[in-house]
T-cell receptor, first 114, second 114 residues
Framework: DAGITQSPRHKVTETGTPVTLRCHQTENHRYMYWYRQDPGHGLRLIHYSYGVKDTDKGEVSDGYSVSRSKTEDFLLTLESATSSQTSVYFC?????????????FGPGTRLTVT | AQKVTQAQTEISVVEKEDVTLDCVYETRDTTYYLFWYKQPPSGELVFLIRRNSFDEQNEISGRYSWNFQKSTSSFNFTITASQVVDSAVYFCALSGNYGQNFVFGPGTRLSVLP
């Protein structure tokens, strides 16, 4: 268990409101990721970070922004939530020190935009 | 563009049978990574393996084994002597050398019947 937590675990919000999801890790892993999982689309990468203040876009980054001001926290923000952003959001970290490699996932955040 | 195909949508086997999950990928990168993940009915995501494109050695971990064949762009996953606890959705994924262009396959739902 790599000590990854996500908050909130569940959230219902209205269209047009801003929403921030938090991913917190205690393992000092350099890489962090945000994914969304939807029926019919599977898992898709939203954004990832390869260090403090170093982030890049994934496959479905439109409508999302991220920030990483500390190693342990990776925030995902929906500036103005839309119903199409209703999804389950997973955060992950990566430990890539050779010869071992591991990825660890948070428990997920279920977001409903009404 | 990167693409991962998992042609088997659902597979059912009886406990103790061996089962192979297929994964075929497309990429123009010369250096890339391939992954397998497990998502049991409880919903959490579990990382299983990452393979570098330069390492075509097959990998075995307990009852799990992976066959990477660059010539056919395949990275297949075999479970030997399947157990009920192996019932899950299994995802194959592909990324570039620095985590970019991370894409998942649609997943294969494996049901292991007692």
């Amino acid at each position: 268990d790599a000590g990854i937590t996500q908050s909130p675990r569940h959230k219902v919000t209205e269209t047009g409101t801003p929403v921030t999801l938090r991913c917190h890790q205690t393992e000092n892993h350099r890489y962090m990721y945000w994914y969304r999982q939807d029926p019919g689309h599977g898992l898709r990468l939203i954004h990832y970070s390869y260090g403090v203040k170093d982030t890049d876009k994934g496959e479905v980054s439109d409508g999302y922004s991220v920030s990483r001001s500390k190693t342990e926290d990776f925030l995902l923000t929906l500036e103005s939530a839309t119903s199409s952003q209703t999804s389950v959001y997973f955060c992950a970290t990566e430990e890539g020190l050779a010869p071992t490699y591991e990825q660890y996932f948070g428990p997920g955040t279920r977001l409903t935009v009404t | 563009a990167q693409k991962v195909t998992q042609a088997q949508t659902e597979i059912s086997v009886v406990e103790k049978e061996d089962v192979t999950l297929d994964c075929v990928y497309e990429t123009r990168d010369t250096t890339y990574y391939l992954f397998w993940y497990k998502q049991p009915p409880s919903g959490e995501l579990v990382f299983l393996i990452r393979r570098n494109s330069f390492d075509e050695q097959n990998e075995i971990s307990g009852r799990y084994s992976w066959n990477f064949q660059k010539s056919t762009s395949s990275f297949n996953f075999t479970i030997t002597a399947s157990q009920v606890v192996d019932s899950a959705v299994y995802f194959c994924a592909l990324s570039g050398n620095y985590g970019q262009n991370f894409v998942f396959g649609p997943g294969t739902r494996l049901s292991v019947l007692p």
